[in-house]
């Protein structure tokens, strides 16, 4: 078995560029990472004669130790020190948690389990088990290629951004981190850097598309990822980039990624369904999609934090609506709001209010009503903000065209002109209102 840091030992040249700047090279890390092992190695050793002298020893010499990380530099370290070293380990959003006292094989590697942590957008977040190889498993590896150039937007310690951090890094290309910032900064990092493939979320490239110096930008690869990828943004998208590669990826912890959508199309082909993609399976059952890894899910998470049928296929918790040959994502089933007694999925209420020329941004939700239980109200970002702009006349104007695409229940009963909307550490529309 060869381990991620064996792989990266064969790369030379620049493997990270910060937020400022700062580069660090492959042999930075490969060195620093047997540093840290050594150290890791000191320290348990230590423990582990504390126990043989005293059996009965407090619980600091068995408590499991954390491996702090500030930066994504840390962060690789930390990752590369780990895999295939420790039996398992823990991501969590600053730090690495690992089993002590340590139990190494110095003569082989072994195969960690890694325990990660769902995003909790729309409940609270689940530890996930993977392995180096359901990790992996997706990469498109290219060797020792120098064409790529990666920028990482989303969380490190988050699923999307280990993909990308490893796609990067063990193609021997360089990353450059970019999830930190304001737009205008990250912008000019991606030109500095010639930066020339990108991996977001919805939310962040609907951002990036309203700087004015993005046209600066040679983009080869285009990813979207973590939310439901709309035509008008996927059309917007293969105007200002016609060259690049653009794909739409379905992924979640539990599951893994899913497939990629490489067509320009929103939603994927209903063939899928029936014939399975990249190795998965996948049904609809009333409505919602559930995905059949092809490694085993069920058996890594067996505390029951993946909902699962018993022939292994995983409940998603998306809903799906089916036309003609293609499915497409209508929301989350745990996201919707009840107006009356319907339920309002906000995504598609977004979907048609990002189709108007008006509207750049937008955020559905619900607001508590006396009668109803909920109402929908919409936050949105002009596309062109003009000066002495009646507000009260676009406002009229997007309510006339949500009519003209909505049902009467799904109406905004309200819309709101924002400058901006909130996106959470990993891209994601912040869903929580005050």
Request: with cysteine; glycine share 6%; hydrophobic share 40%.
């Amino acid at each position: 078995m060869t381990t991620l840091l064996q792989q990266l030992d064969t790369f030379d040249g620049t493997a990270i560029i910060s937020p400022n700047g700062d580069t660090t090279s492959f042999s930075s890390i490969v060195s620093k990472t047997k540093a840290l092992r050594e150290e890791m190695k000191a320290v348990g050793t230590k423990s582990a004669d504390a126990l043989v002298n005293n059996p009965h020893q407090n619980e600091a010499a068995t408590k499991d130790r954390e491996l702090p990380f500030s930066s994504l530099t840390e962060f690789v370290i930390g990752l590369l020190a780990l895999e295939g070293w420790v039996e398992e380990f823990s991501i969590l959003s600053d730090r690495f948690i690992y089993p002590h006292p340590l139990t190494l094989n110095e003569k082989s590697a072994v195969n960690s389990t890694w325990f990660l942590f769902t995003s909790g957008t729309t409940g609270k977040p689940k530890q996930i088990a993977h392995t180096t190889k359901s990790i992996c498993a997706s990469l498109r590896l290219r060797g020792h290629s120098k064409q790529s150039c990666w920028a990482l937007t989303y969380e490190p310690s988050k699923f999307a951004g280990i993909q990308v951090i490893l796609q990067s890094l063990l193609s021997g290309n360089c990353l450059v981190d970019c999830s930190s910032g304001s737009t205008d900064e990250k912008v000019a990092l991606l030109k500095e850097t010639r930066a020339n493939a990108i991996s977001a979320t919805p939310s962040w490239w609907r951002q990036l598309l309203m700087t004015n110096n993005m046209d600066s930008l040679s983009l080869t690869h285009i990813t979207l990822g973590g939310e439901t990828a709309d035509q008008h943004l996927l059309s917007t998208l293969s105007s200002c980039f016609p060259s690049a590669k653009i794909f739409h990826i379905y992924a979640s912890t539990e599951a893994g990624v899913g497939f990629a959508v490489s067509d320009k199309k929103a939603g994927f082909p209903k063939s899928w369904v029936e014939n399975g993609v990249n190795r998965n399976y996948l049904r609809i059952k009333q409505n919602i999609l559930w995905i059949k890894p092809w490694f085993d899910a069920v058996r890594l998470n067996n505390t029951g934090a993946i909902e699962c049928d018993d022939k292994g296929y995983i409940n998603t918790q998306d809903v799906v609506l089916v036309e003609d040959e293609r499915v497409f994502f209508k929301g989350r089933l745990n996201g919707t709001i009840n107006v009356g007694g319907h339920k309002v999925f906000p995504e598609t209420v977004e979907s048609v209010l990002l189709n108007s020329p008006l509207v750049a941004q937008a955020k559905v939700y619900g607001k508590e009503n006396k009668i109803l239980g909920s109402v929908v109200v919409a936050d949105i970002v002009l596309s062109i903000a003009p000066a002495n702009a009646d507000y009260k006349e676009i406002k009229l104007s997007i309510l006339l065209y949500c009519k003209t695409h909505l049902d009467r229940k799904d109406m905004p009963t309200k819309i709101n002109v924002v400058d901006t909307l909130a996106l959470s550490d990993n891209g994601k529309l912040v869903r929580t209102t005050s």
